[in-house]
């Protein structure tokens, strides 16, 4: 048992960063593509870097060991911004609103994984 959840903790927050790196990328690497993209969902263009700054600090939170106690910070801030993705998308109705529900469900595995690796004392 206590190796399953280490494997889900680990499996799902590995995915979870994954994900976010590649999204921090395309914010840098493309950043005219999703200043549009973040136009059309009527958010400003000047968000575009501080949501990709807080993406990497989710990913810096989660994998440094010191920044544990920043670590409910950073689920909590992860789970706000995805649920306004989502919600922007739906209300866009571009159709693009599976990816941040998907990552919403990966970070939800990973959080809950690693609070159940807390209880029963087993070292992440």
């Given at each position: 048992?206590k190796?399953?959840?280490k494997?889900?903790?680990?499996?799902?927050?590995?995915?979870?960063?994954?994900?976010?790196?590649?999204?921090?990328?395309?914010?840098?690497?493309?950043?005219?593509?999703?200043?549009?993209?973040?136009?059309?969902?009527?958010?400003?263009?000047?968000?575009?870097?501080?949501?990709?700054?807080?993406?990497?600090?989710?990913?810096?939170?989660?994998?440094?060991?010191?920044?544990?106690?920043?670590r409910?910070?950073?689920?909590?801030?992860?789970?706000?911004?995805?649920?306004?993705?989502?919600?922007?998308?739906?209300?866009?109705?571009?159709?693009?609103?599976?990816?941040?529900?998907?990552?919403?469900?990966?970070?939800?595995?990973?959080?809950?994984?690693?609070?159940?690796?807390?209880?029963?004392?087993?070292?992440?």
């Open positions: 048992m190796k399953r959840i494997i889900t903790y680990w499996a799902s927050t590995g995915l979870l960063t994954v994900i976010l790196s590649f999204g921090v990328t395309m914010y840098i690497v493309e950043y005219e593509m999703v200043a549009e993209m973040f136009n059309a969902l009527g958010f400003p263009i000047y968000l575009v870097y501080p949501v990709g700054i807080a993406k990497v600090l989710v990913i810096t939170t989660l994998w440094w060991k010191k920044l544990r106690v920043f409910e910070w950073a689920y909590a801030g992860l789970f706000f911004l995805l649920l306004l993705a989502t919600s922007a998308h739906l209300i866009a109705g571009d159709g693009k609103h599976m990816a941040p529900i998907i990552v919403l469900i990966l970070a939800s595995v990973s959080y809950v994984s690693g609070r159940k690796m807390k209880a029963k004392s087993i070292t992440i």
